[in-house]
């Protein structure tokens, strides 16, 4: 043992007294300031400066603890198994992605948002959802984690490893302390807030668009050293500082896949805070918007945000009672009330003739202008074994998850297609619209990957997938032909888009458990779990991004990154390096997966049908 960690070292019990010292120190001065606001007194009242004060403390008391790590580590022994060249490039990438969550994760809350500002009564006024919330619930923690893991990877410790166990173990023991307590602290906010009347409902999360103007504010914001700077700026500097040295001494080729992998997670940063497109590629404001399936879940949830960009919003589905009520709660999300139109139309959309009699609905109701944007999200899922489904679930499953939305963009395609001539100018839309027009279809992260217990819906979400890709191919001949003879062309640009979430809490996810079996449930249990709002805030900023096959968190980002075949790419670095990564990921995925299900069988047995 003595070979891997020197235990008669005080310097390591003293650092894991300090890892372990440092969370329990800011949990208990929390507290104490939530119940009886002791360090607000300590600021005459002031709980702004009070937080400050708590975050200089525990910024110093985080100092005190790394550099305590380090010395510890250099007392220890190295050992051969973690100073190759692999372990340095994990190292190096640990440690870029590390203090890319804990800054980013800064820059998005601030101080008070980082330093526990809640506990002193200084709330956020909206969640915090894109990166790196969007990545994981705990930037901080994690980000901090690993920083730990690569220092002990760099410097070739077995007790750095150890030592990252306890961070780790440490950090959740806080998290389960904290999570429910900040949820507490928000939810008796938002009752209050209700209390004193309504406050138009949910605030929009916060983000967005980022234009030149944004980057230069932030820019000047990190130069100039405002409150989140100064603190970027400080650890950016120690990082380097301590890191300067070591570099020189890597081999090449670890050089190399180290700035690979360590650019790849920048310019997924980057790519969150939108630097790549700066362009809005899905304007909807004064644009009509048809959603099918809009009545609940993520129809709805598309149609109310979008309602908030100021789109005009039909929505279908067939229950034309809570048709009525999804359109009220729609409507009220407007950005311009008395400007934006909504309307609600009862068809069962796995009727082609339906699919043709809603999009004549809607063209009447629109002045004559076929609608800007169509949205075929209608759905429904019954996992279930596959021999358990009789061949008329297998065919209705096809006929609601696949056929509908065929339907659809044939007969919607059929009419954005027809020549300019044909097609009523788009008066009603501001501005003018010889905006794209998009087809978009919610499909399901299940067509990346299959598994036990959906072969009755996956393989129609599958399809789906078939059917953008072929029509994208396609429709670059309406598109070219637009330069050949405008006349005779359609009047617009057409674009056609994928969207693939992973798993929603919406009415439909209650109905599908009742039939789901429970190997599918072990087979699914890691992915995350959205709310109707989530996923489509998500869907849309993708959409605003200009992106053509579109997941809605990282599991499904890594599904997708694994079977990105020939469609088109978001981001082609990004989506090449984390393709590589998927490749070598499933290496052990895939027979855990394989072994979950056999285990399942050898456990339980199966009866035969
Ligand atoms: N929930 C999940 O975990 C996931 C869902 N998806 C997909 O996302 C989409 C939305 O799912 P979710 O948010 O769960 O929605 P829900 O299942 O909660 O709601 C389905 C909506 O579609 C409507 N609908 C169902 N059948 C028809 C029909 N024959 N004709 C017209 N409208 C119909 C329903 O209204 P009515 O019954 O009144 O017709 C309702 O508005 C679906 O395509 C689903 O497959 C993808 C990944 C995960
Ligand atoms: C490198 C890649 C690793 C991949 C691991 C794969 C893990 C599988 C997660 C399965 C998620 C299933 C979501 C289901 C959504 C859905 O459509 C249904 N709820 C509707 O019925």
């Known amino acids: 043992m003595d070979a891997y960690i020197d235990f008669s070292q005080p310097m390591l019990w003293l650092s894991a007294a300090s890892i372990v010292f440092n ?82 994760s800064m820059w998005a809350l601030g101080i008070t948002g980082t330093y526990l500002g809640d506990y002193f009564g200084i709330l956020m006024d909206e969640m915090v959802t894109g990166f790196p919330f969007n990545v994981t619930d705990a930037p901080m923690y994690y980000g901090s984690t690993m920083s730990f893991l690569g220092s002990a990877l760099w410097l070739g410790k077995p007790a750095g490893v150890l030592l990252t166990a306890l961070v780790w173990v440490v950090y959740k023991i806080a998290l389960s302390f904290e999570d429910p307590f900040t949820a507490g602290i928000y939810r008796k906010r938002d009752e209050e807030q209700k209390k004193v009347g309504p406050q138009g409902g949910q605030t929009a999360p916060k983000g967005g668009k980022t234009g030149p103007k944004e980057i230069a504010r932030r820019i000047n914001w990190v130069i100039f050293g405002e409150e989140r700077g100064i603190i970027g700026q400080l650890l950016f500097f120690r990082a380097l500082q301590e890191k300067r040295s070591l570099i020189f001494q890597m081999p090449a080729a670890a050089v190399w896949a180290a700035i690979v992998i360590g650019l790849f997670f920048v310019v997924i940063a980057l790519d969150n805070m939108g630097f790549f497109s700066s362009k809005n590629h899905f304007p909807v404001d004064g644009r009509t918007v048809v959603i099918t399936g809009g009545s609940q879940g993520m129809g709805r949830g598309l149609g109310r945000l979008l309602a908030q960009k100021g789109a005009n919003v039909v929505l279908v589905a067939r229950n034309q009672e809570k048709l009525d009520k999804a359109k009220e709660y729609v409507a009220s999300a407007a950005k311009d009330p008395s400007r934006q139109r909504f309307h609600t139309i009862s068809a069962d959309v796995t009727l082609p003739e339906e699919n043709t009699r809603l999009l004549d609905e809607v063209t009447a109701w629109n002045g004559g202008n076929p609608p800007d944007i169509v949205w075929a999200n209608a759905g429904s899922s019954q996992p279930m074994l596959y021999l358990h489904a009789s061949i008329d679930t297998l065919r209705s499953q096809m006929d609601i998850n696949y056929w509908a939305a065929a339907y659809l963009s044939h007969a919607t395609l059929a009419l954005w297609t027809k020549p300019q001539t044909q097609q009523k100018s788009n008066t009603t839309s501001t501005p003018p619209s010889n905006l794209p ?173």
């Not at 009070?50 to 010395?71: K, M, N, P, Q, V």
């Not at 220890?76 to 203090?99: E, M, Y």
């Not at 809605?552 to 981001?571: D, E, I, V, Y």
Request: aromatic content about 10%.
């Open 437 to 609: 027009r998009h087809f978009i279809i919610t499909s399901s992260s299940l067509c990346f990957v299959g598994l036990a217990g959906y072969a009755t819906y996956a393989p129609a979400k599958a399809a789906l997938r078939s059917l953008a890709d072929s029509l994208r191919s396609e429709l670059n001949l309406y598109n070219g032909a637009r330069h050949h003879d405008a006349s005779s062309a359609p009047p617009t640009d057409i674009q056609i888009h994928l969207v693939a979430p992973g798993t929603i809490t919406s009415p439909g996810l209650e109905q599908e458990e009742k039939t789901k079996h429970p190997v599918t449930r072990i087979l699914e249990e890691g992915d995350p779990k959205q709310t109707e709002d989530e996923v489509a805030l998500a869907a849309v900023r993708a959409l605003e991004k200009g992106y053509y096959l579109i997941t809605t968190q990282f599991l499904g980002a890594a599904m997708r990154a694994s079977s990105l075949n020939g469609s088109p790419r978001n981001n082609w670095f990004v989506d090449t390096v984390f393709s590589w990564v998927t490749s070598v990921v499933w290496l052990f995925v895939g027979p855990d997966m394989e072994g979950k299900v056999f285990k399942y069988g050898k456990v339980n047995g199966v009866k035969a049908v």
């Open 23 to 104: 969370p329990t120190f800011w949990n208990t001065a929390a507290r104490s300031e939530y119940h009886n606001k002791t360090i607000t007194k300590l600021f005459g009242g002031n709980s702004r400066y009070g937080c400050y004060a708590l975050a200089i403390t525990i910024f110093t008391l985080g100092i005190i603890r790394d550099s305590i790590y380090e010395r510890a580590l250099r007392t220890q022994p190295t050992h051969p198994l973690l100073t190759g060249p692999l372990s340095s490039a994990l190292a190096i990438a640990l440690f870029a992605s590390g203090n890319i969550l804990v800054l980013s």
